[in-house]
């Protein structure tokens, strides 16, 4: 029992002399969310501005400048663009798929039409595309394949991984970098938006 006071005394004076270590100092950074927080390369405003300064997506993408706010701009405007071409290469895809699985579920219907045996001559020559519609309701689900759903899988996680990028731009609060983002998604889709709309209707 007589050690315990010398140990607390050492266990105080390890304490004081590892305080100054132990203080959380942010790493450099003013954590307060009052005001712009530093970084080594850029600064990132809480709020909506167009201050030039700001991190985009990697940590040597900083504009500065007019030039490279304008030249930022461009690009996110162009990356826009493409993600409404994606969307709409998705969407033709998926209505030349459908149409597909259509024609081949059909001629699998007809064929099973005529191989009937209890079917006669008269019965075959009624047999109308809407009888084979009829027919291919009964299962609604297309079959695996590995070709289509492989590139349909991989379409998405790049049109996902785009908007992810495009989430981040806009937490930079950089008006600018909206705008363009807006923009570009609105152009997009008065370029590409009628093709996959003109696939769907007559996929």
């Not at 201050?51 to 490279?68: C, E, R």
């Not at 969407?91 to 005529?114: L, T």
């Not at 191989?115 to 009888?131: E, P, V």
């Not at 394949?145 to 989430?167: C, E, I, K, P, S």
Request: aromatic share 10%; charged share 10%.
């Amino acid at each position: 029992m007589s050690r315990l006071p010398s140990l607390l005394a050492t266990l105080a004076i390890v304490v004081a002399l590892l305080s100054p270590f132990a203080s959380a100092h942010g790493n450099g950074m003013d954590m307060s969310m009052d005001g712009a927080m530093d970084l080594a390369a850029g600064q990132m405003l809480p709020y909506l501005h167009f201050t030039p300064g700001d991190i985009v997506l990697f940590y040597g993408w900083v504009p500065s400048s007019k030039g490279a706010m304008v030249g930022t701009c461009i690009g996110l405007f162009l990356f826009a663009l493409v993600e409404r071409w994606i969307a709409a290469c998705r969407g033709v895809m998926e209505a030349h798929w459908r149409k597909s699985v259509f024609e081949s579920r059909a001629q699998i219907a007809q064929v099973d039409k005529i191989n009937l045996a209890t079917s006669s001559a008269s019965d075959k020559a009624s047999l109308t595309s809407n009888n084979i519609r009829g027919t291919m309701t009964l299962r609604n689900a297309p079959p695996f394949n590995y070709v289509h759903d492989l590139t349909r899988g991989v379409l998405h996680a790049v049109q996902v991984a785009v908007q992810f990028a495009f989430m981040l731009i806009v937490m930079t609060f950089q008006v600018s970098f909206i705008l363009s983002l807006v923009i570009g998604l609105g152009v997009g889709e008065m370029l590409f938006g009628r093709f996959a709309s003109h696939a769907a209707l007559h996929g």
